[in-house]
T-cell receptor, first 112, second 114 residues
Framework: ETGVTQTPRHLVMGMTNKKSLKCEQH?????MYWYKQSAKKPLELMFV???????ENNSVPSRFSPECPNSSHLFLHLHTLQPEDSALYLC???????????FGPGTRLTVL | GDSVTQMEGPVTLSEEAFLTINCTYT??????LFWYVQYPGEGLQLLLK?????DKGSNKGFEATYRKETTSFHLEKGSVQVSDSAVYFC?????????????FGQGTRLTINP
């Protein structure tokens, strides 16, 4: 695998389910990011991790819980979501602040 | 705070037409500027970037020049192809605590007809 991978690519869940999104980067980067992409809205930065420490949380509801166990992996744990949380969730990574961010293909989430 | 504004889409052009997608930003100082492209069913890919005023980024026939006087970073291509159909995002970058923060415009959907 190369670049940034995300699994699953598609996820359908009910409002009472608990699920997790996984992101893995194979680029040796030390910073990772979660974004939300909704229809007709700009990309929203959700969380930023640097060296496995969370450095930014953009007022994201607590039903979204990120986890960064090491510099290569990033998870987004989901519970009791709402239909308006349906979106494309994108993961990205970079080498600190100087380099370009590289994006994964995203997970298309549908909340019923 | 920082913000990026792109021209409203969708934009529809014929093959070989000239393309301009406008992008302006509001920010303190001189952030790095980017154009990303998103093809159907995929994540974002970096198209080009510029890190300081008067820099010109270029890639795959696309160009954009960092204009601090007009706080703009307009994307241009002289002759578009059907394969250029995608959503284009303008963004600015801020460094934060060993990482970075990208602020995106709303995206412009481009469709090129044969």
């Amino acid at each position: 695998e190369t670049g940034v991978t995300q699994t699953p690519r598609h996820l359908v869940m009910g409002m009472t389910n608990k699920k997790s999104l996984k992101c893995e980067q194979h680029l040796g980067h030390n910073a990772m990011y979660w974004y939300k992409q909704s229809a007709k809205k700009p990309l929203e930065l959700m969380f930023v991790y640097s060296l496995e420490e969370r450095v930014e949380n953009n007022s994201v509801p607590s039903r979204f819980s990120p986890e960064c166990p090491n510099s290569s992996h990033l998870f987004l744990h989901l519970h009791t979501l709402q239909p308006e949380d349906s979106a494309l969730y994108l993961c990205a990574s970079s080498q600190g602040s100087a380099d370009t961010q590289y994006f994964g293909p995203g997970t298309r989430l549908t909340v019923l | 705070g920082d913000s990026v504004t792109q021209m409203e889409g969708p934009v529809t052009l014929s093959e070989e037409a000239f393309l301009t997608i406008n992008c302006t930003y509001t920010a303190t100082g001189y952030p790095s500027l980017f154009w990303y492209v998103q093809y159907p069913g995929e994540g974002l890919q970096l198209l080009l970037k510029a890190t300081k005023a008067d820099d010109k980024g270029s890639n795959k026939g696309f160009e954009a020049t960092y204009r601090k006087e007009t706080t703009s970073f307009h994307l241009e291509k002289g002759s578009v192809q059907v394969s250029d159909s995608a959503v284009y995002f303008c963004a600015l970058k801020r460094g934060i605590q060993g990482a970075q923060k990208l602020v995106f415009g709303q995206g412009t959907r481009l469709t090129i007809n044969p």
